[in-house]
Nanobody, 127 residues
Framework: QAQLVESGGGSVQAGGSLRLSCVAS????????MAWFRQAPGKEREDVAS????????SYTDSLRGRFTISHDNPKNTVYLQMNGLKPEDTAMYYC????????????????????WGQGTHVTVSS
């Protein structure tokens, strides 16, 4: 059964750090694109970052570049999101997503391209 399971969310004070993890299993363990999205209460889903699996190619939404880092561990089928300098506006549910046969389109971070999604992990940043 295809599955994405996120972990690592929690509550942190502004300026703190968290590292989110997402383990892929089943048929999506061979995905060529992994990404993180987030959705704050009352707001639309926002793309965060993506990575072409097996490469160093990543992309970020402009407002988060420099504070967030996406990485992937192939043997563990796990994608990470390191979040530093967290701000209250980073409070949201963070979702992991996977796509196959996406190629360089991965770097566009279009939510509609991703067929597999996790259940999310919540991040709360207090001021």
């Amino acid at each position: 059964q295809a599955q994405l399971v996120e972990s690592g969310g929690g509550s942190v004070q502004a300026g703190g750090s968290l590292r989110l993890s997402c383990v892929a299993s089943g048929r999506i363990s061979g995905a060529d694109c992994m990404a993180w999205f987030r959705q704050a209460p009352g707001k639309e889903r926002e793309d965060v970052a993506s990575i072409v699996v097996g490469t160093q190619y990543t992309s970020y939404t402009d407002s988060l570049r420099g504070r967030f880092t996406i990485s992937h561990d192939n043997p563990k089928n796990t994608v990470y999101l390191q979040m530093n300098g967290l701000k209250p506006e980073d409070t949201a549910m963070y979702y992991c997503a996977a796509a196959t046969i996406l190629g360089w389109g991965c770097l566009a971070r279009r939510g509609a391209d991703f067929g597999a999604w996790g259940q999310g992990t919540h991040v709360t940043v207090s001021s």
